[in-house]
């Protein structure tokens, strides 16, 4: 059985100019039969946020064996250092390296259930995941940063391709009964 637990929900705001004045991003623990994993690890703002939600499931955060990133930016990958024994898993592409990073360059199962599936558009590496446990979950890291963007079919408004990125968010529109999207609160599709 999987289960899903947000560690912290992220959020952004910008200016009257469009400039980005907060970006803290959304964490999820994924529990799997085999595996626990932690999709992004926001910023370091939000790490009270995460080990609080930790002592609450009563995991403990050396015991996660995988982090996902679904892109390189720092509002993502901020409390990598929290996980000491994970491996670290990020899509090709991207335009930084991150130490003890591990690409990959193709959709993988990560355990039965959990896939890793390529949605570039807000970069080209971003990825996100795709989750079949009660219902069919989307953890979309930017590719959806915001529920808006998925009820207007809107790319992200950094992006890299904007064709590529509405690709992505039709993908993930065709699989997912939930979105966790990278900067505010989870969601119901209609599908």
């Known amino acids: 059985m999987i289960s899903l637990d ?11 100019d469009g400039s980005i004045i907060t970006s803290n991003s959304t964490s999820v623990l994924i529990r799997a039969d085999d595996r626990i994993i932690v999709v992004d690890t926001s910023t370091k703002e939000m790490k009270s946020a995460i080990k609080t939600s930790f002592k609450q499931l009563m995991v403990l955060p050396k015991d996660v064996d995988t982090v996902v990133l679904t892109h390189c930016h ?7 250092d929290m996980f000491p024994n ?5 899509h090709t592409g991207e335009e930084i390296e991150i130490p003890g990073v591990k690409l990959i360059n193709h959709d993988i199962e990560l355990s039965k259930g959990v896939k890793l599936v390529h949605t570039p558009g807000h970069t ?5 995941v795709f989750i079949e446990a009660d219902i069919k979950y989307v953890i979309a890291g930017d590719a959806i940063p915001l529920k808006d963007n998925f009820m207007k ?7 890299c391709d904007s064709e590529l990125a509405l690709e ?24």
């Open 6 to 16: 947000v560690l912290a929900i992220g959020n952004l705001e910008r200016g009257e």
């Open 74 to 80: 720092a509002d993502h990958t901020g409390n990598i």
């Open 86 to 90: 994970a491996q670290i898993l990020m």
């Open 124 to 128: 080209m590496g971003s990825m996100s």
């Open 153 to 159: 079919m809107k790319p992200p408004a950094v992006n």
């Open 168 to 191: 992505s968010i039709k993908a993930i529109s065709n699989y997912a009964d939930m979105v966790v999207p990278g900067h505010d609160f989870p969601f119901m599709t209609e599908r």
